[in-house]
T-cell receptor, first 114, second 112 residues
Framework: GENVEQHPSTLSVQEGDSAVIKCTYS??????FPWYKQELGKRPQLIID?????GEKKDQRIAVTLNKTAKHFSLHITETQPEDSAVYFC?????????????FGQGTTLQVKP | EAGVTQFPSHSVIEKGQTVTLRCDPI?????LYWYRRVMGKEIKFLLH????????ESGMPNNRFLAERTGGTYSTLKVQPAELEDSGVYFC??????????FGQGTRLTVV
């Protein structure tokens, strides 16, 4: 089955700097890769997603890149702000089952220092 | 538009007791998923409904867990009898197209 590895587990940056979180997946049939942000005590919120037929997607300060050959995808946050502090989860959608089942990475705790 | 709603937000029960968690998906979303996050680890899939039918329950830990979605609207997840290792945060998510899934705020279950 699919396996998703996420690094780093914690990341601390200074406000205004960039943050990069990386994930690898094992199943080449996976075709959809969402990123979720979970602030303390709140629900995981979908912040950006990318499908396997696209290499890069950007939405204001966040971007996601996908390398299908290497089976890895990354989240890039530019000009970080204190409100970006949260736990970020990457996920891969199990492409072989076509059920929408998500396999998550272990999460990255991002701290943005003012 | 109302989001995915889960009840209760917290539950503390003793080992051996029964707990029922409820999830109300976004209206019109046929796909409903249950996930669980245990002790700060990754969020793990439990099962998937399409309307009232179970499509995939490969992630259910054992037969102490029972999920239902009668009528294809809200869903319940019952744990009976609860064990210590069942503690964690239980998330429900719903989607229209089996891709973009929207999560509820979760139920934090503590078994003591």
């Amino acid at each position: 089955g699919e396996n998703v590895e996420q690094h780093p587990s914690t990341l601390s940056v200074q406000e205004g700097d960039s943050a990069v979180i990386k994930c690898t997946y094992s199943d080449s049939a996976s075709n959809y890769f969402p990123w979720y942000k979970q602030e303390l005590g709140k629900r995981p919120q979908l912040i950006i997603d990318i499908r396997s037929n696209v290499g890069e997607k950007k939405d204001q300060r966040i971007a996601v890149t996908l390398n299908k050959t290497a089976k890895h995808f990354s989240l890039h946050i530019t000009e970080t702000q204190p409100e970006d502090s949260a736990v970020y989860f990457c996920a891969a959608c199990d492409g072989s089952s076509n059920t929408g089942k998500l396999i998550f990475g272990q999460g990255t705790t991002l701290q943005v220092k003012p | 538009e109302a989001g995915v709603t889960q009840f209760p937000s917290h539950s503390v029960i003793e080992k051996g007791q029964t707990v029922t968690l409820r999830c109300d998906p976004i209206s019109g979303h046929d796909n409903l998923y249950w996930y669980r996050r245990v002790m700060g680890k990754e969020i793990k899939f439990l099962l998937h409904f399409v309307k009232e039918s179970k499509q995939d329950e490969s992630g259910m830990p054992n037969n102490r867990f029972l999920a239902e979605r009668t009528g294809g609207t809200y869903s319940t997840l019952k744990v009976q009898p609860a064990e210590l290792e069942d503690s964690g945060v239980y998330f429900c998510a719903s989607s229209q197209d089996r891709n973009r899934a929207f999560f509820g705020q979760g139920t934090r279950l503590t078994v003591v």
